[in-house]
Nanobody
Framework: QVQPVESGGGSVQAGGSLRLSCAAS????????MGWFRQAPGKEREGVAR????????LYADSVKGRFTIWQDKAKNTLYLQMNSLKPEDTAMYYC?????????????????????WGQGTQVTVST
């Protein structure tokens, strides 16, 4: 299984929380830049947060800073996204993606198109 597998999406009221998980194979996870992206209907795909696996260096989109936290469990090759204070505008399909990367700089500068492996996505719906 090369493609990551997401889980944990669902429906929540505004102000609520959800935690997403992304399980990856050792091949996919090792030496990777792992990222969470989202895409709402009619909108472009947006990078939410990313982490370089080896250094745990992270980067967040301005729209989620202070509300979302990305972290990992290296022993389980699993990536997480804790989403707090959710807003209706956070409603989207959330995707986990991986790309083999060998520097913090490269990881943090990657475009979505540079990520090689993508999960199927998990839906997050935030209602008012």
């Amino acid at each position: 299984q090369v493609q990551p597998v997401e889980s944990g999406g669902g429906s929540v009221q505004a102000g609520g929380s959800l935690r997403l998980s992304c399980a990856a194979s050792d091949y996919t996870y090792r030496d990777s830049c792992m990222g969470w992206f989202r895409q709402a209907p009619g909108k472009e795909r947006e990078g939410v947060a990313r982490i370089r696996v080896s250094s745990s260096r992270t980067l967040y989109a301005d729209s989620v800073k202070g509300r979302f936290t990305i972290w990992q469990d290296k022993a389980k090759n699993t990536l997480y996204l804790q989403m707090n204070s959710l807003k209706p505008e956070d409603t989207a399909m959330y995707y986990c993606a991986a790309s083999r990367t060998y520097s913090d700089y490269a990881c943090l500068r990657k475009n979505a198109d540079d990520f090689d492996y993508w999960g199927q996505g998990t839906q997050v719906t935030v209602s008012t």
